[in-house]
């Protein structure tokens, strides 16, 4: 028989009692799984299935831990869904294993480089871009429009830029510009202009009455000397209100003036070679489900290994989507005090929910649900494996720059707009997105590697997905497989040799500041 119309569950753990549909469509009531059990329910694709016979209370457990407890008795062979479960509480931060777990010690992974744009600062980037910084929301409709006459006028002279894009967001007016919490949008915004992939050109545009005004957002020494003839860091910046401007155009043409000297500087930049220790990897999951545990999550944390082994910098993120599993993480730090920065963001957010009088089980989507995850607990499971085994050496407050490389846990929200938008901030040049519902999310300021959890998704959206980790379920495919095969990918995409999907359709999601201060 064809391997599709087999019945086929998956378990994560030998002590799970539970098990997920792996067949497209699901299973009807009345199959009979492998090991002789009948299905009492139609069981949707991705949705558990219980093994035994689960008494009211009872815990079910998937990746070897309780992620629910039984509302009422259910027998083996049962749909197992969100409303059948109550959800464990959370993990206290206190008595935590405390750095306990030394992983194995890998090999080094040598010999592997990439094609990269080498940048004054010792950063590399894998795009050469001219980006647009704004200091507020007001001055974004004159910026889009100057960037477009750019990309149409002034572009094509260039042809060693890759793009120009303008960093807009809703930030710089309007809000408690010094009120606790406010460090966090200003000092993304200043690090996502010095992301590696924009070869260290700051250009500001101004309107000029904003609470954000350029000298805070990038203060003298923040960015690097351009101009090796200034004795200082001067801060381009084109500001709207100048009395010098005389009408709309005249806003434009000195966006276009400014722009067409940091063009000139970018084109003269070349590729060179680079080790793969000069990747800088943010790792992110939207549209989960339940195979995003089982096929493409794991897959990228053989990846990540990968990765550490060769020297590269890794980031995962996602506070509520790892809070769960926060025992794990602070076992695997690389020294009690990685651990205690790593409880200090999980209290910092916890408290930052408990202001809006909401928890952790908001995270959970409708489609999240709908394809088999219950609740945040088993989607947590699912999403820490993006991390790999590594130790954890590092840990980032939102907004914060990396400066160091390995395995780093990067606080960031679950939301993937503000998530991609921190790890840019954190000097990204590379990101890595897995999905299992499927979303057309990309990044104008860096290549998205998409990767699809089931053969389904992948098939329909075989031009928007990147890699299909569906094989693993399929049985075609190991989880080391796929992770190679990323890995590759990877040096393909960052050398230019090979453009994403986002990048070939130009799908780009806009950037999103984290602002947890008040807005006025």
């Known amino acids: 028989m064809p391997t599709q119309t087999l019945p086929l569950t998956i378990s994560m753990h030998p002590s799970d009692n539970v098990a997920i549909v792996a067949n497209d469509g699901g299973l009807p009531a009345g199959t009979v799984l492998s090991n002789g059990l009948v299905l009492k329910d139609k069981v949707p694709q991705g949705h558990k299935v219980a093994l035994v016979d689960l008494a009211m209370d009872a815990p079910v457990l998937r990746y070897g831990i309780p992620i629910g407890y039984a509302l009422k008795d259910i027998p083996a062979g049962s749909w197992v869904h969100e409303r059948l479960l109550t959800m464990p509480d959370a993990r206290e931060l206190d008595n935590l294993p405390i750095a306990t777990v030394k992983p194995a010690v890998q090999p080094p992974l040598e010999g592997y480089t990439f094609e990269g744009y080498r940048n004054a600062d010792g950063s590399?980037?894998?795009?050469?871009?001219?980006?647009?910084?704004?200091?507020?929301?007001?001055?974004?409709?004159?910026?889009?429009?100057?960037?477009?006459?750019?990309?149409?006028?002034?572009?094509?002279?260039?042809?060693?830029?890759?793009?120009?894009?303008?960093?807009?967001?809703?930030?710089?007016?309007?809000?408690?510009?010094?009120?606790?919490?406010?460090?966090?949008?200003?000092?993304?915004?200043?690090?996502?202009?010095?992301?590696?992939?924009?070869?260290?050109?700051?250009?500001?545009?101004?309107?000029?009455?904003?609470?954000?005004?350029?000298?805070?957002?990038?203060?003298?020494?923040?960015?690097?000397?351009?101009?090796?003839?200034?004795?200082?860091?001067?801060?381009?910046?084109?500001?709207?209100?100048?009395?010098?401007?005389?009408?709309?155009?005249?806003?434009?043409?000195?966006?276009m003036r400014q722009a067409e000297t940091h063009l000139q500087r970018l084109n003269v930049r070349q590729r060179e070679t680079v080790p793969a220790s000069e990747l800088v990897v943010g790792v992110q999951c939207g549209g989960s489900d339940a195979f995003s545990g089982v096929t493409a999550n794991p897959a990228v944390g053989y990846c990540t290994d990968l990765l550490v082994r060769a020297g590269a910098s890794v980031m995962f993120s996602e506070t509520t989507e790892v809070r769960d599993g926060i025992d794990q993480l602070t076992a695997r730090a690389s020294t009690p005090e990685v651990a205690e920065a790593m409880i200090r963001e999980m209290a910092w957010y916890d408290a930052y929910l408990q202001r809006g009088k909401v928890d952790r089980s908001a995270n959970t989507t409708p489609g999240n649900k709908k394809g088999g995850l219950s609740n945040i607990v088993e989607k947590a499971m699912g999403s820490i494996v993006k991390s790999g085994s590594a130790a954890i050496t590092g840990v980032l407050a939102p907004g914060e720059k990396l400066k160091q490389k390995g395995l780093t846990y990067a606080a960031t929200p679950a939301s993937d707009f503000i998530c991609g938008t921190l790890q840019l901030a954190a000097g990204m040049n590379l990101h890595v997105f897995t999905t299992g519902r499927g979303t057309p999310y990309g990044l104008a300021e860096c290549p998205v590697i998409k990767v699809a959890t089931r053969t389904d998704l992948a098939r329909r959206w075989h031009d928007l997905m990147d890699i299909n980790a569906g094989t693993i379920a399929d049985g075609s495919k190991t989880i080391e497989d796929v992770g190679w095969e990323m890995f590759h990918l990877m040096l393909e995409v960052a050398s230019g040799r090979k453009k994403t999907w986002a990048e070939h359709w130009k799908l780009h999601n806009a950037l999103v500041l984290f602002n947890p201060a008040p807005v006025t």
């Open 124 to 255: 590399v980037g894998t795009r050469n871009i001219l980006a647009i910084t704004q200091t507020v929301q007001c001055v974004a409709a004159v910026t889009d429009f100057a960037v477009q006459r750019i990309k149409v006028e002034l572009l094509p002279k260039f042809p060693n830029v890759d793009d120009v894009v303008a960093l807009e967001h809703s930030y710089g007016c309007g809000v408690a510009i010094d009120a606790p919490g406010a460090e966090i949008p200003i000092r993304t915004l200043r690090n996502i202009s010095l992301n590696p992939n924009f070869g260290g050109e700051v250009m500001v545009v101004s309107l000029g009455c904003e609470k954000l005004q350029p000298e805070r957002l990038m203060p003298p020494g923040s960015f690097a000397i351009v101009d090796e003839r200034q004795a200082e860091s001067v801060l381009d910046v084109v500001c709207l209100q100048d009395d010098a401007h005389v009408g709309f155009m005249s806003m434009v043409d000195a966006i």
